[in-house]
């Protein structure tokens, strides 16, 4: 069972690993669909735990961002932290419903965006001492 401190400690390399295979996994989808696609002459069938990953990634971000935000002394980089989520959930649920035709980069922008928030927390925004947090939000 992971402990609370150590959760906390660790959100934000969570939050940048999870949002870096999250846009690994964006880049790469393409190129197994046309790899599906030349091998087999009838649609692209999407397997269900290849879909299922999108969801994983959401959930996983959600608890970093939240750890993260919890432990940031910056509430800017806080805001900026939640943006990026908020416009990552956002693009991945379209993508999945398919409600607006948007440009691949929708979704690659905020998962960079989070791989640097959550790399510029980790270095600059750390809180020293339990009171420092507390006060900042």
Same mark, same amino acid.
């Given at each position: 069972?992971?402990?609370?401190?150590? /959760?906390?400690?660790?959100? =934000?390399?969570?939050?940048?690993?999870?949002?870096?295979?999250?846009?690994?996994?964006?880049?790469?989808?393409?190129?197994?669909?046309?790899?599906?696609?030349?091998?087999?002459?009838?649609?692209?069938?999407?397997?269900?735990?290849?879909?299922? +990953? =999108?969801?994983?990634?959401?959930?996983?971000?959600?608890?970093?961002? %939240?750890?993260?935000?919890?432990?940031?002394?910056?509430?800017?980089?806080?805001?900026?932290?939640?943006?990026?989520?908020?416009?990552?959930?956002?693009?991945?649920?379209?993508?999945?419903?398919?409600?607006?035709?948007?440009?691949?980069?929708?979704? %690659? +922008?905020?998962?960079?965006?989070?791989?640097?928030?959550?790399? %510029?927390?980790? /270095? %600059?925004?750390?809180? /020293?001492?339990?009171?420092?947090?507390?006060?900042?939000?």
């Amino acid at each position: 069972m992971i402990t609370k401190s150590l /959760k906390e400690k660790n959100s =934000d390399f969570i939050g940048a690993l999870s949002s870096g295979v999250c846009l690994i996994h964006c880049i790469v989808t393409p190129f197994i669909f046309l790899a599906q696609t030349s091998a087999a002459t009838h649609g692209t069938n999407v397997p269900i735990w290849w879909s299922a +990953i =999108d969801v994983l990634f959401i959930i996983i971000s959600f608890f970093a961002v %939240y750890w993260s935000a919890k432990n940031s002394s910056k509430p800017l980089v806080v805001r900026a932290l939640w943006i990026s989520w908020v416009l990552l959930c956002a693009g991945i649920l379209n993508e999945k419903f398919e409600i607006l035709h948007l440009p691949e980069i929708s979704i %690659y +922008i905020p998962a960079i965006a989070l791989i640097i928030l959550h790399l %510029y927390n980790k /270095k %600059y925004c750390q809180c /020293k001492d339990e009171n420092c947090c507390a006060s900042t939000s």
